[in-house]
């Protein structure tokens, strides 16, 4: 997965500028043209969902601050919220040291889940018992 | 996506439980059967890095407590922190609404990343003026 222009990166100083287009067109998107994006709540860092964008998607998103990810199951662009009213506006985007994966800070419309919880991640394992329980209602 | 397993869990009701083998063999794990995993800092709740667990590692993980992956680059299981002694200890694992993506709140020795600093996540786009930054320094 290495990719030498994020090699080179890691030993670029802080503060470090590059344009934007460079970035984006280095992405180490996959063989479906598509990167995963954590969502995390700027005010609370709750870990909303995981969602994927490819390079239109991404380009959408920094356009006009709406998230707006690939969905995988539509086959479309899925502007987040715009059937349920929950929109993510995005306050930064970050990408990762191997180019492969984005965190997007933003706030949060309402519930981020399609189950009108907050966050997606509503199961939560318990190894010490072997079991797994739902930790917040619909 | 959509499976009718966790289907059915959408309407189950906080601190429903049932069995961890359950919930594991359900898990929409890909067609290279692994499940994307999002690391966050159980402090401090900086989201660390994205990485990928297949069936074994995430046994292994649960069974351990440490964060054990799958590395795509070394087609090896990955204890991370196993070289670098960087160990993840896990404090909690959860699963989203669709099963296909992971959750762990971990406490980091040292740096999470493998360029030493504490995430992954150090290039910040800046739409606003088309440019990227390095935002911490190695």
């Not at 601050?65 to 349920?84: C, F, N």
């Not at 306050?91 to 519930?111: E, F, K, P, T, Y």
């Amino acid at each position: 997965m290495k990719r030498m222009f994020f090699q080179n990166l890691e030993h670029a100083a802080c503060n470090h500028t590059l344009p934007l287009t460079t970035l984006i067109d280095e992405l180490a998107f996959n063989e479906q043209g598509l990167v995963p994006v954590i969502a995390q709540d700027a005010d609370s860092s709750e870990v909303l969902m995981l969602a994927w964008m490819n390079k239109v998607s991404l380009e959408q998103t920094l356009a006009t601050g709406r998230m707006t990810y690939w969905s995988r199951s539509r086959h479309e662009l899925w502007i987040k919220g715009a059937t349920s009213g929950n929109y993510q506006q995005l306050q930064s985007l970050r990408v990762d040291c191997d180019g492969d994966a984005l965190l997007c800070r933003v706030i949060q419309q309402g519930a981020a889940c399609h189950t009108m919880r907050k966050s997606c991640f509503y199961i939560e394992a318990n190894p010490a018992n072997y079991s797994a329980v739902i930790i917040s209602s619909a």
